[in-house]
């Protein structure tokens, strides 16, 4: 079924699927392409409201993303926040501006009850059963739907020393397709 109101996307407490491919019917488990302690077997992915902007991207467009939390320390928080207003960061390189912009994606809002979390930080979840999507939103409009949440959205020549810096912070951080940035 196909979601004809964005607000869908603006909703709280629950699971989504982004992928650049539209009209899929069922999710059928896969290998995970990250190890996770716990995970097994073959699985669908999903990920949680709060932090869905982090794949409003295309599928290989490499990018940092951070926020603090009650554990960040303030030197990080001065370090990486001190400028933005913004919750959540996500950084992306220069050269994938023009694919983002022409980028459309397919928001699959899944069923949240065979859905066990696996990375609170990423928000991730998994099923071990295939999942049947509840709706679909298109995004055409990539920069301007990341634009309507919370997160500061950054451009740069090279992500390289970013992912370092994040890395090494005390912010929760995800360093995402991060084999597909310039060296």
Known sequence: MLSDHQ????????????SEEPG????????????????ND??????????????????DCPRVTYYATGETIAVDKEKFKACTSATYVIIVESDWYRRIRETILYCYEFPADSFVMVDACAGYYISYQPVVPLTITPVDDVIGEL?????????????????????????????????NAKG
């Open 7 to 18: 607000d869908l996307l603006n909703s709280s407490k629950r699971l989504f699927h982004v």
């Open 42 to 59: 073959d699985v669908v992915f999903a990920v949680e409201d709060r932090l869905l902007h982090n794949y409003l991207l295309p599928r």
């Open 24 to 39: 899929i019917k069922l999710f059928n488990p896969r290998p995970s392409p990250s190890a996770f302690a716990g995970v």
């Open 147 to 179: 634009l309507k949440r919370d997160i500061e959205l950054r451009f740069t020549p090279s992500l390289v020393q970013y992912a370092d810096a994040v890395s090494r912070s005390t912010l929760n951080f995800s360093l995402i397709r991060m084999r």
